[in-house]
């Protein structure tokens, strides 16, 4: 089936999310919609879905001008989609979930729980998915929950399949095996809408590519363009993607962990024992797919979870759950996963977010009130050393783009002296530039003698930066391997495979 849409606009607000699109999905074909985060790729898709309707623009499938109002629209006229955060009930079990909420269907009509059960199992076998239908969803990792997501849209008899950033979630040889599945329907006849912002992905499995920049169709390429081609369609200049790293000089051990434990409020253990060191001018990666504890041990360093047992010792200094202030003033600096919430507040200007932590310390402070001279001129300097777009340092930081706020956070935790930088996610989200920026200086900091941990889920990113690597899954770091371990073995470990440690079977 092939689907077409012609001037697809759609704004928030003053935002135009969707800018005019026109795109043509050929029969049995996976086109891939490459662009950055916040390009608009989920927004044109929910509209195709029926969970948003567009301002102008028409949709049409085999030249058929569609009306969708709705997912069961869209179902129906043979659409499927998978979505970026799933949309599966936790407590119900695969074969509710798929009976549930789609009510209108071209095949099935009212699905039952029993045809469920069989359909489930059908399409598993075809697919090689193995899942239980019975299984209650909450119980799966997040590979499985997807395939479900997958199963439902192909019960449904999709010929359009969209999946929103499906490798997100999935180690790569999950990913391989998506991408081999996503073939496998293609040669059937399926056409494909793969959504995603990586390039090698791209490469690999895509017969045909648009790429949107800021809402717009910026171009279209084939597999065959090389990823700096690629990249600077997506980002609208020349785009470097190599990262130069010299051989690292290790001093003495900065952050030594030990036995860490962290429980959420219910008493459910979300990092089970974790030990290891950073030493000075060493990049640690930890990779891990995302949900494996790797957020959680990256607060407990900061202080910023509360239920945590084991030591601490950063320089020496011992640091206590809970003790954030403590912990920075003994030279941590900390990148948060998510800046809107952790790394700046949006209502204070560029300049204030610059000092946060150190507002009471000179040379900001006098007496009990700030040197507003003093904080503009540093902010000025910082503003300019990190590269930070903005039109004023006296602009909110709520007015700055993703990569603008990351370099900010980066600038103020960078301009203390500190011993060691955790950041947790620095690049997500950001755009190509802004991760060369980001990464440049991740470097340099390990090259002035810094220690540096770095929570990473783009495999790609760690292995361009790391020295060592530590990999989690389920809440354990399952081994901590020299940089030059292979994808392939790195793969099996963010699975929790380790088969050094794998008893004979
Ligand atoms: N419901 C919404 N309300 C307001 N703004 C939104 C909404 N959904 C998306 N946006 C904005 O629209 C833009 C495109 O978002 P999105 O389609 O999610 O991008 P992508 O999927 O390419 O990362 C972003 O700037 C985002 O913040
Ligand atoms: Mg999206």
Redesign the pocket.
């Not at 662009?35 to 929910?46: D, F, I, P, Q, V």
């Given at each position: 089936m092939s689907l077409e849409l012609k001037g697809i606009t759609k704004s928030?607000?003053s935002?135009v999310?969707?800018d005019g699109i026109d795109l043509a999905v050929g029969d049995g074909e996976i086109h891939a919609i490459l662009?950055?985060?916040?390009?608009?790729?989920?927004?044109?898709?929910?509209i195709v879905y029926g969970l948003?309707s567009p301002d102008s623009g028409t949709i049409s499938v085999d030249g058929k001008l569609l009306e969708i109002k709705s997912p069961s629209d869209a179902l129906a006229a043979g659409i499927g989609m998978v979505h970026?955060h799933f949309m599966l009930v936790p407590v119900f079990t695969v074969a509710e979930n798929i009976v549930l909420g789609h009510e209108k269907s071209n095949r099935l009509g009212l699905l039952e729980l029993e045809t469920a059960r069989i359909e489930i199992e059908r399409v598993s076998k075809e697919f090689n998915f193995d899942v239980d239908p019975d299984a209650i969803v909450e119980t799966l990792p997040v590979g499985i929950q997807q395939r479900v997501e997958i199963i439902r849209a192909l019960i449904y008899d999709a010929k359009v399949l969209i999946l929103?950033?499906p490798t997100a979630v999935l180690t790569p040889q999950e990913t391989d095996e998506l991408l081999r599945n996503m073939k496998k329907l293609r040669d059937k006849g399926t056409s494909i809408v793969f959504?995603t912002?990586k390039l090698r992905e791209v490469q690999e499995a895509a017969d045909k590519i648009t790429v949107?920049r800021r809402?717009k169709v910026v171009g279209t390429a084939l597999p065959t363009a090389t990823q700096e081609e690629l990249a600077s369609l997506m980002v609208g200049r020349p785009i470097s993607l190599e990262v130069e790293k010299g051989p690292a000089k290790f001093g003495a051990p900065i952050l030594k962990v030990s036995k860490l434990n962290v429980f959420d409020t219910t008493g459910r253990r979300l990092v089970k024992d974790v030990s290891f060191e950073v030493k000075a001018g060493e990049i640690l990666a930890v990779a891990g797919v995302q949900g494996n504890g790797q957020s959680e041990l990256a607060e407990a360093l900061i202080g910023l979870q509360h239920h945590v047992t084991g030591e601490i010792f950063l320089d020496g200094t011992h640091i206590k759950p809970g003790g954030v202030r403590e912990a920075l003033r003994a030279g941590m600096a900390f990148v948060p996963e998510s800046r809107e919430l952790d790394g700046l507040i949006a209502s204070f200007t560029i300049a204030e977010n610059l000092i946060l932590d150190l507002h009471d310390l000179p040379p900001f402070a006098k007496g009990i009130s700030l040197d507003p001279k003093i904080v503009a001129d540093q902010a000025e300097i910082r503003v300019k050393e990190f590269d930070v777009r903005a039109q004023s340092v006296q602009d909110h930081a709520s007015s700055l783009s993703g990569g603008n706020k990351q370099k900010v956070v980066l600038a103020r935790e960078l301009s203390r002296p500190v011993k060691i930088l955790v950041a947790s996610q620095p690049t997500r989200?950001l755009d190509v530039g802004s991760i060369e920026f980001v990464h440049e200086r991740i470097i340099a900091e390990r090259d002035s003698g810094r220690a540096v941990l770095l929570f990473s889920t783009e495999l790609d990113e760690v292995v361009s930066l790391a020295d060592r690597i530590a990999v989690m899954f389920s809440g354990e770091i399952i081994a901590i391997v020299p940089a030059d371990t292979s994808r392939e073995k790195l793969g099996l470990l963010m699975a929790g495979i380790n088969n050094e440690n794998a008893k004979s079977a």
């Open positions: 928030f607000g935002l999310a969707n662009g950055e985060n916040g390009a608009g790729k989920s927004t044109l898709m929910n948003l970026q929103d950033e959504i912002h949107i809402g989200g």
